[in-house]
């Protein structure tokens, strides 16, 4: 089955888009880090901190300029199974700091994690809907309350929820790259704390 079509993605204007090339596990790994580190720094700005001295992608003058209070972050993330939306997600939960396993929520629908960084400890809500057969089962669920949290959200297979979610901060579309070889991440910024986190990426 698809893991999107077109009509999928959110219906809303689209703030900054990027595409990224992942030729292998490696590129993949480096832009969870590139993404848990643009985190760090939407975090940092709000304490006037600074998100670390060895910050590899410095933030451009327009992106430090845009101070956005961080209020948590809405990503979904769409592909094929197997596109690698799950280890884009233990990328960054490794960037972050967790050192333990990254399950698949599959089973589980949610797997929550807490990290400690130099920002304060952070919650993360990995979402997996793809056993939802009607978006209904997204209310009954009671996941809702975790997006009013102030943390960040990764919910993949989003399009099983209909439009109960709402509009996210940012979409990470997976695909086959050329040939088949490696993925392309084409990434939307949907609001303005999703567009200053991907301008750091």
Do not use: I
């Amino acid at each position: 089955m698809p893991g999107h079509d077109p009509a999928s993605l959110p219906a809303a204007p689209v703030l900054l888009e990027r595409r990224f090339e992942l030729a292998d596990e490696a590129a993949t790994n480096t832009f969870g880090a590139r993404f848990a580190h643009a985190l760090e720094s939407l975090r940092a700005q709000e304490s006037g901190q600074s998100a670390g001295s060895t910050q590899k992608n410095p933030v451009s003058e327009s992106a430090a300029s845009s101070v956005v209070p961080f209020n948590g972050l809405h990503v979904q993330l769409f592909g094929d199974l197997g596109a690698g939306k799950t280890s884009l997600v233990r990328a960054s939960l490794r960037a972050l700091g967790h050192p333990g396993r990254v399950r698949s929520p599959t089973y589980t629908l949610v797997e929550p994690y807490t990290v400690s960084t130099a920002s304060g400890e952070l919650q993360l809500y990995h979402f997996d809907l793809y056993r939802f057969s009607d978006p209904a089962e997204w209310a009954d669920a009671g996941f809702r309350e975790y997006f009013a949290q102030g943390a960040v959200c990764l919910v993949e297979w989003p399009q099983r929820a209909g439009g109960l979610l709402g509009v996210p901060d940012l979409v990470f579309q997976l695909e086959p790259g050329r040939d088949g070889e490696g993925r392309v991440l084409t990434a939307y910024a949907y609001s303005a704390s999703g567009k200053a986190c991907l301008e750091r990426c």
